[in-house]
């Protein structure tokens, strides 16, 4: 199907030029969605890290050392209890 667009739309339906609220609003949704990609592929990152590091311990001492240190360094205990085994 083909549909055609012009200038005289009919019903009325032309579109209307946008206002600085809307062109505002849709430039903070935009900056939105930048940030959470941002966000998501950063928490990606320190997954793929994370899991490396740990299969990595499993063979060889100097990951074993690393991981024993960042597991040291946690504060939170809600983190540490992750690691309590």
Do not use: Y
Not at 13 to 31: F, M, N, V, W, Y
């Amino acid at each position: 199907m083909v549909k055609f667009i012009t200038k005289n739309a009919p019903n009325g339906r032309e579109k209307k030029p946008r206002t600085k609220a809307q062109k505002a609003a849709q430039s903070d949704l935009d900056a939105s969605r930048a940030a959470n990609a941002a966000r998501r592929l950063e928490t990606r990152r320190k997954v793929v890290i994370g899991g490396a590091l740990m299969a990595q311990a499993k063979r060889t001492v100097e990951a074993r050392e690393m991981l024993a240190k960042l597991k040291h360094s946690l504060t939170r205990p809600a983190d540490r209890k992750l690691f309590e085994d």
